[in-house]
């Protein structure tokens, strides 16, 4: 392939924001901050990762890219499309495929900075990080400790704490206008929620452990120094972020603090579709991108879709043109016509699972092979009604969706081990693993919690703990365990299958 026969496969808009900068004078390939609007099917991943392939056939070291994404699985496809894209059009003398050093998730990126930075910031650089969960069970410790899980008016759950606790961290806004906006309810407690909040971060910091959320504050504060932000900015000439409508102000703001002015930004996002609101995530962020650049974004729309007929099309450009604030843009099928979407009303989820059962089994008798022939729903929970007329229709089905890998029981109880054996003043998982064995509860985990502690957090002091009777018998393995996982000198590979072999009989 020549060096440009790759963008044949873009259409002209897809092209545009591909090829997006210059080069002058022989000098580095440059650009000023560009916004690709994307609309849904139109091509994003794949004109991402093309940007991306055209940033290094252009000569750009791809150690000097950072390509920030909202999943793993979007960082490893995108980094994936690239790399095959560079191999194929330099082949010629440069067959091995080009790595991207700095591709991930925001979380990921930041975890990576923040142990390298971690001094700067007065941190441990051998801080664990726990998952959403986690957090939320700390929260309920606390709020049990506090007290505030036995007023005489309902306080909070823990998950609503820990959203609140979110949404002001990520929106970088005052408690009360969280709670009035977004928690109503819980405003007669803002003063508990604030000596609440204030110890979950100290807790946290003693245990020396940061959550998600944290993970992104952190960023932000070394991003605030100026000099370690542009030290860090340095290490990179291109910055390229996927669905940026979904960004929350933190994220915004790192982005930008990384180059200021906006040259070398590109991110690619729709308005359209910002409607989850996930961790404070506002749809202004993207309509504020353009204008928070000297000079402005220059803005690419892309129309051309590539997943759906025109008339469901033409429903969605009808719903989208009424709303405010937006850029926009009118989607075009390249797949032509099709049969036209129907808006049905039913009295509740009862009818809505008989006439979908229904029209499953019409659509089998006109010839559509059942596994031809899918339900799409918001949350998993939705799909209850409907699964029991379909068992009473006889009619088989797979559901996909449900409990996620990380989060059950027996995933999450493994993963505990290897965090405290990892930094032993992890208490969060110290208190969930020394659970596990036999006989032990809260009551009893928590003495041996703080008879470690007292010990300099020395795991291998464990076997001097007193435990009860009916822990006695498996209690040596136990701690022999986490004596092996916590040595320095011990080779990490195999320590899944030490943990596994001592946890099955459990």
């Known amino acids: 392939m020549t060096a440009s026969s790759h963008l044949q496969r873009l259409n002209e808009a897809q092209r545009q924001a591909a090829c997006f900068g210059e080069r002058r004078n022989g000098g580095p390939f440059t650009a000023q901050a560009l916004l690709v609007i994307a609309g849904a099917g139109t091509g994003k991943t794949n004109t991402l990762a093309h940007r991306v392939a055209q940033l290094v056939i252009e000569g750009v070291d791809p150690a000097r890219i950072l390509l920030l994404t909202f999943t793993r699985r979007a960082a490893l496809e995108m980094t994936r499309r690239a790399e095959r894209i560079v ?61 505030l899980s036995a007023q005489k008016r309902r306080f909070p759950r823990k998950d609503t704490c820990l959203a609140i606790y979110s949404h002001r961290v990520n929106g970088g806004r005052a408690l009360e206008d969280v709670l009035h906006e977004g928690f109503p309810w819980c405003e007669e407690w803002v003063e508990e929620l604030r000596g609440l ?34 030290e860090v900015g340095a290490r990179f000439d291109h910055v390229l ?10 994220q915004a703001d790192i982005v930008l603090s990384l180059k200021p002015g906006g040259a070398g930004i590109t991110v690619v996002g729709d308005d ?18 353009p204008d928070r650049c000297e000079p402005r974004a220059s803005v690419i729309a892309l129309e051309r879709n590539y997943r759906s007929s025109q008339p469901l099309l033409d429903a969605a450009n009808a719903l989208i043109a009424g709303a405010g604030r937006q850029y926009r843009k009118t989607l075009t099928a390249a797949r032509g016509s099709g049969a036209r979407p129907r808006l049905v009303t039913v009295l509740d989820d009862r009818q809505q699972a008989d006439y979908i059962v229904q029209g ?23 799909s209850d009604w409907l699964e ?11 559901k996909y969706g449900g409990l996620r890998f990380l989060e059950a029981a027996h995933v999450k109880d493994l993963l505990a081990v290897l965090r405290w054996a990892d ?52 209690w040596p393995a136990f701690c022999e365990m986490l004596a092996v996982l916590a040595d320095p000198r011990a080779a990490w590979p195999g320590q899944v299958e030490c943990v596994r072999a001592w946890y099955e009989p459990q």
Not at 113 to 118: D, V
Not at 201 to 219: I, P
Not at 241 to 250: A, K
Not at 363 to 378: D, H, I, N, P, Y
Request: charged share 20%.
């Open 87 to 147: 191999g194929e059009t330099l082949h010629h003398g440069r067959s091995a495929a080009v790595r991207l050093p700095w591709s991930g998730t925001f979380h990921s990126i930041a975890n990576r900075l923040l142990r390298e930075y971690a001094q700067a910031l007065g941190m441990a650089p051998d801080f664990s990080v726990i998952d959403r969960g986690d957090a939320a069970d700390l929260i309920d410790l606390l709020r049990h400790e506090r007290g």
């Open 241 to 250: 972020v996927d669905e940026y409508q979904d960004v929350n102000r933190l």
């Open 360 to 382: 499953v089994l019409q659509r089998r008798e006109a010839g559509t092979l059942l596994r031809r022939q899918a339900v799409l729903f918001r949350s998993s929970d939705h």
């Open 197 to 230: 909040f204030r110890e979950f971060v100290d807790r946290k910091q003693a245990n020396a452990v940061l959550d998600y959320d944290d993970l992104l504050l952190y960023w932000h504060a070394l991003m605030q120094e100026q000099a370690l932000a542009a």
């Open 423 to 474: 930094n032993p003043k992890n208490g969060l998982a110290a208190f969930r693993v020394l659970q596990l064995p036999a006989g032990m509860g809260p009551a009893n985990a928590a003495r041996v919690w703080q008879c470690v502690a007292a010990a300099g957090y020395r795991l291998t002091e464990l076997a001097a703990c007193d435990v009860p009777a009916a822990t006695e018998e498996s």
């Open 388 to 398: 029991i007329e379909l068992m009473r229709a006889n009619i088989p089905y797979v």
């Open 272 to 289: 359209a579709q910002a409607i989850y609101s996930f961790r404070a995530a506002s749809v202004g962020n993207i309509l504020e991108f």
